[in-house]
């Protein structure tokens, strides 16, 4: 499979737990981007690399959440101290990184957080 | 802040039958594109239009941005239980300081197609 892989597709956690999720983004990619989504809304935007750099960064992201990719290859997202506002769908996109209007997100599947 | 509202906010048609989906920006859109979602799942890209007055068609799927770049419609033909998901329109931020994509999205359509 050469799509975009998430790991865990799903994780329960009690509040206060810090929590890690991987993503694998399809092996030519660039830029790798992490959105959260939560029931009945769009995905948000977190923040995004372009190879090993973290470029942007939403509000959303407060200081309980870092994203690392140390190689330019798969990206880690930590959250510390996990709070029950965190319960929500994190997504990871990829894109060639050739920029401009045309390019194209490719989704993974997907981790769902539930934090009790 | 630049928003986007989609309408109907769910739908159910009967298998067979054509529906419209609308997808309204408080501002110009620099690209407008349409995604498909199963529940619990990621998005799959269906459609990126660009230029006011735009049509793409995909099998039964056919999108349309009008001459203003401010709506855009997804049109179902002849709808079949495997369109069944929520279908979600993103938009380019302008304006971003990378240039890179990171697209803010609607809140969906959750379409339900009845065998």
């Known amino acids: 499979d050469t799509g975009v892989s998430q790991d865990p597709r799903h994780k329960i956690t009690k509040r206060g737990q810090n929590v890690t999720f991987r993503c694998d983004p399809i092996?030519?990619?660039?830029?790798l981007y992490w959105y959260r989504q939560t029931l009945g809304q769009g995905p948000e935007f977190l923040t995004y690399?372009?190879?090993?750099?973290?470029?942007?960064k939403s509000r959303l992201l407060s200081d309980r959440f870092s994203a690392e990719r140390p190689k330019g290859s798969f990206s880690t997202l930590e959250i510390q101290r996990t709070e029950q506002g965190d319960s929500a769908m994190y997504l990871c996109?990829?894109?060639?990184?050739?920029?401009?209007?045309?390019?194209?997100?490719?989704f993974g599947s997907g981790t769902q957080l539930s934090v009790l | 802040s630049q928003e986007l509202e989609q309408s109907p906010q769910s739908l159910i048609v009967q298998e067979g039958k054509n529906l419209t989906i609308n997808c309204t920006s408080s501002?110009?859109?620099?690209?407008l594109y349409w995604y498909k979602q199963k529940y619990g799942e990621g998005l799959i890209f269906l459609m990126m239009?660009?230029?006011?007055?735009e049509e793409k068609s995909h099998e039964k799927i056919t999108a349309k941005l009008d001459e203003k770049k401010q709506q855009s419609s997804l049109h179902i033909t002849a709808s079949q239980p495997s369109h069944a998901g929520i279908y979600l329109c993103?938009?380019?931020?302008?304006?971003?300081?990378?240039?890179?994509?990171?697209?803010?999205f609607g809140t969906g359509t959750r379409l339900t197609v009845i065998p």
């Open positions: 996109a990829s894109s060639t990184g050739t920029g401009g209007i045309n390019e194209k997100l490719f």
């Open positions: 092996s030519e990619h660039n830029r």
């Open positions: 690399f372009q190879n090993e750099a973290q470029l942007e």
């Open positions: 501002k110009t859109l620099y690209g």
């Open positions: 239009l660009q230029k006011g007055g």
């Open positions: 993103g938009a380019d931020k302008f304006g971003s300081q990378t240039g890179a994509n990171n697209l803010f």
